[in-house]
């Protein structure tokens, strides 16, 4: 969600805090808003706490994660002759544009824990795909598809990072300047109750009173989705939707920590190792 705290001064990123270039329409949508100047490409260097050292990585560099101390050899050298080319192969099937290609594929029928177990190596989920899914979305290899973490890996590959000037917010803020400079409404900060479904369009209950609209689009996390729109066909749907809650800590230094890294993800049976 785009929401950028001021603390002290600093802007403080809440949720979002890098997009990657795979974020196709969500950068095209900022150009054509007239926001191109606030994606400000970033290093993009990640680091891999294992065996009691932070192990430098730099975002879609295959040969940082190989030439990685954090990776025993026996895993990069299967990484080289194996997962990577298996990446190279299955590439058309593995976008996260299209992912009903990887399940007609026969790659979305087994988790990423099963798969790497049959394929790479318990050292490919503990060292690999733990980290990776648990700093960034909060879930582990044993509850995410094969078909998931391999388009995650495929995407980040080539990918490249940025930052956005302003906080990420910023391209909420250029996104309604946008719409109002073509004769459109925006409003923000509205609290919304409810939204119903009549025959002539949908009507939304807020603050304010009622107002009748011929289409809405419910942008908001899974349970909060369900509690607005009531008694609709998408509800069982939503209820089946996981959702796991994080927590944002931003920490005003007077003084630069001394790392070039962005990150610090930790390997399976390493997170509550200390330097």
């Keep these: 969600q785009p929401r950028t705290d001021d603390v002290d001064g600093w802007r403080v990123d809440a949720a979002v805090q890098l ?12 150009r054509e808003a007239g926001g191109a100047a606030l994606a400000v490409r970033s290093p993009g260097r990640d680091a891999l706490w294992a065996g009691g050292a932070a192990h430098e990585v730099v975002y879609g560099s295959a040969a940082s994660v190989l030439a990685s101390g954090a990776l025993p050899l026996g895993l990069k050298m299967r990484m080289g002759a194996t997962y990577l080319p298996f990446l190279a192969r299955h590439a058309r099937e593995l976008t996260p544009h299209a992912p009903e290609r990887a399940a007609d594929a026969g790659l979305d029928r087994e988790s990423v824990a099963a798969w790497a177990v049959h ?4 050292d490919l989920v503990d060292r690999l795909a733990h980290p990776m899914l648990a700093s960034y979305q909060g879930v582990t290899p044993e509850e995410t ?6 388009t995650l ?8 990072v940025f930052a956005l000037h302003g906080g990420v917010s910023a391209w ?24 119903r479904r009549e025959d002539a369009g949908v009507v939304v209950s807020h603050a304010g009173g009622e107002e009748r609209f011929d289409a809405v ?3 908001t996390p899974a349970p909060v989705a369900r509690e607005v729109i009531g008694d609709h066909p998408a509800h069982p749907w939503l209820s089946a939707v996981s959702i796991r809650p994080t927590v944002t800590l931003a920490l ?6 001394g790392v070039r ?8 049976g390493e997170s509550k190792a200390t330097a």
């Design 19 to 30: 997009v990657g270039s795979t974020y196709t329409t969500f950068l095209s949508l900022l």
């Design 119 to 122: 394929h790479g190596g318990r």
């Design 145 to 150: 598809s094969a078909a998931v973490f391999h």
């Design 153 to 160: 890996a495929r995407g980040g590959i080539g990918v490249e």
């Design 172 to 195: 909420a803020d250029c996104l309604c300047r946008a719409v109002r400079g073509m004769g459109g409404e925006v409003r923000t900060g509205v609290p919304v109750h409810a939204v």
């Design 217 to 219: 689009i419910v942008a």
């Design 252 to 257: 005003l230094l007077d003084h630069p920590v």
């Design 261 to 268: 890294w962005f990150g610090l993800s930790f390997a399976r």
